[in-house]
């Protein structure tokens, strides 16, 4: 059964920085790529980064190319999104998701594997 899980919201301070975390099971980590969404209040899925199954490939969309970081731990399973210099537009709900392929993908059908989501709140 594979499962995504999630962690590392909450309910910060503009300016601040946050680390999510995304911990997989039922999966061959390290041949999948890793992306991870948000979804604001209102507003559709967005794709905000993606890491091959080495970590050494990453792409970042527009809207949080420079202050957002995605890494990998294969030896843990898990997957990491760094977030700096948070602004209250960064609100969202946060989701990890895994693609089939070990490459990474800006293309949202790739991924096929979700977690369930964790609450990133920014107060400015």
């Known amino acids: 059964q594979v499962q995504l899980l999630e962690s590392g919201g909450g309910l910060v301070q503009a300016g601040t920085s946050l680390r999510l975390s ?25 794709l905000l980064g993606s890491a091959g199954g080495s970590g050494a490939n990453t792409m970042y969309a ?22 700096n210099n948070l602004e209250p537009e960064d609100t969202a709900v946060y989701y990890c998701a895994a693609s089939r392929d070990p490459w990474a993908t800006m293309a949202s059908r790739e991924y096929h594997y979700w977690g369930r989501g964790t609450q990133v709140t920014v107060t400015s």
Do not use: H
């Open 62 to 83: 527009n809207s949080v190319k420079g202050r957002f970081t995605i890494s990998r731990d294969n030896a843990k399973n898990t997957a990491y999104l760094e977030m």
């Open 22 to 46: 995304c911990v997989v099971s039922g999966l061959n980590f390290g041949s999948k790529g890793m992306g991870w969404f948000r979804q604001a209040p209102g507003q559709g899925l967005e």
